[in-house]
Nanobody, 117 residues
Framework: QVQLVESGGGLVQAGGSLRLSCAASGSIGRPNVMGWYRQAPGKQRELVATITSGGSRNSADSVKDRFTISRDNAKNTVALQMNSLKPEDTAVYYC???????????WGKGTLVTVSS
């Protein structure tokens, strides 16, 4: 089993920055992909950014120039640096891990990011 624990959410003014972190524990295995998804009130969960254990990145067009995803394979952590935040970035952000070894998919409980205008 894999556990994911997020941290770093909070309230920030538009134009500000936040850094989210996620620590994975358990039978993680590699290769895998870790990432961040978000869900705003009344909307579906959507991809924010992902990064493979080999370092390949993918991100949504809406955040591409503002958010940066990174990971530390030795520590089994993934981070999301969010700059130039906008009110529309307000959402619960979820950490995600997909193991390519066994196909398992795991989610954290989420952390709330609120951007005030």
């Amino acid at each position: 089993q894999v556990q994911l624990v997020e941290s770093g959410g909070g309230l920030v003014q538009a134009g500000g920055s936040l850094r989210l972190s996620c620590a994975a524990s358990g039978s993680i295995g590699r290769p895998n992909v870790m990432g961040w998804y978000r869900q705003a009130p009344g909307k579906q969960r959507e991809l924010v950014a992902t990064i493979t254990s080999g370092g390949s990145r993918n991100s949504a067009d809406s955040v591409k120039d503002r958010f940066t995803i990174s990971r530390d394979n030795a520590k089994n952590t993934v981070a999301l640096q969010m700059n130039s935040l906008k009110p529309e970035d307000t959402a619960v952000y979820y950490c995600n891990l997909v193991s390519w070894l066994n196909g398992g998919e795991y989610w954290g409980k989420g952390t709330l990011v609120t951007v005030s205008s």
